[in-house]
């Protein structure tokens, strides 16, 4: 992760930048731009419905090993990430818990899904103190693909079509590149929580 990366907002991917475009859609990069509206960047990426498991991502130089969650505008992968003391970012790239992990590998669990909701501000062992608290909100992932490099958002308008390949599932987008998923979950779970996810959006 030596070289530059940004934050294309046209594709919603954190890209390396090539002949000052981006990569995935073409876009031109512009580095004086300034960061996407929080409340329009938490629109587009929508409210999380389902954390569909641990994955890789087939790619090279930016980071690959994260986690896929799906919400009701799209797929949205978090790459797992250590801050060094000297402030850099440093990739985990194996099924190892990150430090940071405030639930050790229990993805599952309700307090999870909670923390998925909450504003980045609000700590993961904070209880909320009624139902209603944990309503989404819809800035907190949005907050966290600002501040994960390496993220991307497949919006579901550019998904034509996902197939399960073995242990991995393409999905096919236009007009933008085809991402493959590396199933890294424990009980090869990825293809059914997928299917789980794209029942709920159409009884939603």
Aim: hydrophobic residues 35%; contains cysteine; aromatic residues 6%.
């Amino acid at each position: 992760m030596q070289n530059l990366i940004v934050l294309c907002q046209r594709c919603i991917s954190w890209v390396e930048p090539l002949s000052e475009c981006c990569p995935e859609c073409g876009d031109e990069v512009i580095l004086e731009r300034p960061d996407p509206d929080p409340d329009a960047l938490a629109t587009v990426v929508g409210m999380p419905l389902m954390l569909l498991g641990t994955v890789r991502v087939e790619r090279q130089s930016l980071p690959s090993y994260g986690e896929l969650i799906g919400t009701d505008e799209g797929l949205l992968f978090l790459p797992q990430l250590n801050r060094r003391l000297n402030g850099a970012w440093e990739e985990v790239s194996s099924s190892r818990t990150s430090r940071w992990w405030p639930f050790r590998g229990d993805i599952n669990s309700p307090r999870f899904l909670d923390w998925l909701r909450r504003p980045s501000s609000v700590k993961a062992g904070t209880e909320s103190p009624s139902s209603q608290a944990l309503a989404p909100q819809r800035t907190s992932l949005a907050d966290r693909l600002m501040e994960s490099p390496g993220a991307f958002f497949a919006r579901n308008g550019t998904i034509q079509s996902i197939t399960a390949r073995r242990n991995s599932v393409k999905v096919d987008r236009s007009p933008l590149k085809s991402v493959t998923f590396t199933d890294a979950t424990e009980n090869g779970t990825l293809k059914s929580s997928l299917d789980a996810l794209t029942v709920m959006l159409k009884n939603g």
